[in-house]
C-alpha cells in the first residue's frame, strides 16, 4: 500500500512511535514500513493533503482492524492523534473512528460487529 507524505522523519515518528508499525527501510525520498504481515511504503511529496468534508470527498482510506475500539481510540487520542469527531461512530458492520496523519493522509480505526 503506498501513500505520499512532505517530511520522511515526522512521517517515521508517526507511523513507528505513535501507531507501532515496524521500519523496514528508510531513504531521503521514501520511507517503507511493516504492519501485521502488510507493507506500506510512503513517498515524500511537495505539500500536505486537505481533509475537506472527508465523507463526502472520493477517496482511499486504510482501515485498521482493532480488537477494542474504545481502548484504541483512547490510547491514540492520548499519543495526540487528531480524530475527525469526537467519538466513534457506527455502521451496520462495525463501529469506527477516522484520524488524520501530520500530512493530511485519512486512516481508521474499526471493531467488527458481532
Known amino acids: ?3 505520499f507524505v512532505s517530511n520522511i522523519s515526522e512521517a517515521e515518528h508517526f507511523y513507528c512511535n505513535i501507531l507501532g508499525f515496524q521500519l523496514k527501510t528508510k531513504t531521503e525520498n521514501s520511507i517503507a ?3 501485521e504481515d502488510y507493507d506500506y ?3 515524500k511529496c511537495e505539500k500536505n493533503a486537505e481533509v475537506e468534508d472527508y465523507s463526502n470527498v472520493a ?3 486504510f482501515v485498521f482492524e482493532v480488537a477494542s475500539i474504545d481502548k484504541t481510540f483512547n490510547d ?3 499519543k495526540g492523534v487528531k480524530f475527525l469527531h469526537k467519538k466513534p461512530s457506527e455502521n ?3 463501529r469506527y473512528a477516522a484520524f488524520q496523519d501530520p500530512f493530511g493522509n485519512i486512516h481508521e480505526i474499526s471493531e467488527s460487529k458481532g
Do not use: Q, T
Request: with cysteine; hydrophobic share 70%; net charge neutral.
Open 59 to 61: 477517496r482511499s482510506v
Open 1 to 3: 500500500m503506498m501513500f
Open 41 to 43: 511504503i510512503a513517498f
Open 33 to 35: 514500513f511493516v504492519l
Open 92 to 94: 451496520d458492520f462495525s
Open 76 to 78: 491514540l487520542c492520548a
